[in-house]
Structures are given as structure tokens and as C-alpha cells.
Nanobody
């Protein structure tokens, strides 16, 4: 039973930075994909970034946050971090962590699609003012 727990959301001012994290547990396989999505009130869910959990994987970053957001993994654990810099008002949203059953090149480039991820966390709110 895969579980995802996000943490680290909060309120910051424009231009500041924030790091949120997601801890995954219960995966059958040691390699899989994880992603960050966000959803602002009244807007559709947007894929922010995705990455391969395993050795040698790379990351896909959404165009709207490229150059400001980076994704990294925790050492030895299925933990995903999203470091957000130069935050803007439009970054205000609830941020969700998602995970797949298995990993591959599909999550290391191209668009981050919600339909690729069956497991979701409860989300953590990020408010920029």
C-alpha cells in the first residue's frame, strides 16, 4: 500500500524561497517515478516536475517553473524535495506529491501528466503574498 506524505508548505513573501518534501512508502519495486503537481483555486491541476527514483535518473521540470524550481531526492530513501526559489504570487497553490508503481524514462522528460500517477498525497498549501 503506497503512501505519500507531504510536508513543508507555508506562507512566504514574493521573491522568497521554500522547500517542500514528500516521503513515499510501500512501493513494491525499488525504482519508480514521483512527481509534483499544484492546483490553484479555480484552475486545473498543473504538473510541476517529475523524476525517476533510482540511480542515475533525471528530472523533467515544467515550463512555468523552469529556472526557479528544482527537484532532488533524499539519500537512501524515497523522499522527494521541491525547492522553490524566487516565488511569485502565481505560485500560490496546493502542491501535491504523486507516485507511480514503476519507473522509467517516461518520467524523466516531457510533460508531467496526472494520469501517469495512481498514488497521491493529501497536498500541502503554499501561499505567496
Amino acid at each position: 500500500h503506497v503512501q505519500l506524505v507531504e510536508s513543508g508548505g507555508g506562507s512566504v513573501q514574493v521573491g522568497e524561497s521554500l522547500i517542500i518534501s514528500c516521503a513515499a512508502s510501500g512501493h513494491r519495486y525499488s525504482t519508480f517515478c514521483m512527481a509534483w503537481f499544484r492546483q490553484a483555486p479555480g484552475k486545473e491541476r498543473e504538473g510541476v516536475a517529475s523524476t525517476y527514483i533510482g540511480v542515475g535518473g533525471s528530472t523533467s521540470i515544467g515550463d512555468s517553473v523552469k529556472g526557479r524550481f528544482t527537484v532532488s531526492q533524499g539519500d537512501g530513501k524515497a523522499t522527494l524535495f521541491l525547492e522553490m526559489k524566487s516565488l511569485k504570487l502565481e505560485d500560490t497553490a496546493k502542491y501535491y506529491c504523486a507516485a507511480s508503481d514503476w519507473g522509467g524514462t517516461w518520467c524523466q522528460s516531457g510533460p508531467v501528466r496526472s494520469e501517469d500517477y495512481p498514488y497521491w498525497g493529501q497536498g500541502t498549501q503554499v501561499t505567496v503574498s
